[in-house]
Each structure stands twice: as structure tokens, then as C-alpha cells.
């Protein structure tokens, strides 16, 4: 499946960080909403 695309360690970090910040304004708002 991942033969073509090379994913470097910068691309996996990125990744995380996306997942992180995603994760951290749901909070966000879902907290603030109350």
C-alpha cells in the first residue's frame, strides 16, 4: 500500500500534531459549549 509514497519521520510528526490539535479544539468547544 505504501510503496510509492515514502513517508518521512517529518510527515509522521506533522501528522500527530494535526491529530493532536484536531483533538484539543473538539475540547475545546465541546467544553466551552456547556
Keep these: 500500500m505504501f510503496m510509492q509514497t515514502k513517508i518521512t519521520k517529518a510527515d509522521v510528526c506533522i501528522g500527530i500534531l494535526k491529530m493532536l490539535m ?5 475540547k475545546m468547544r465541546g ?3 456547556r
Design 22 to 26: 484536531l483533538n484539543f479544539l473538539m
Design 31 to 33: 467544553s466551552s459549549s
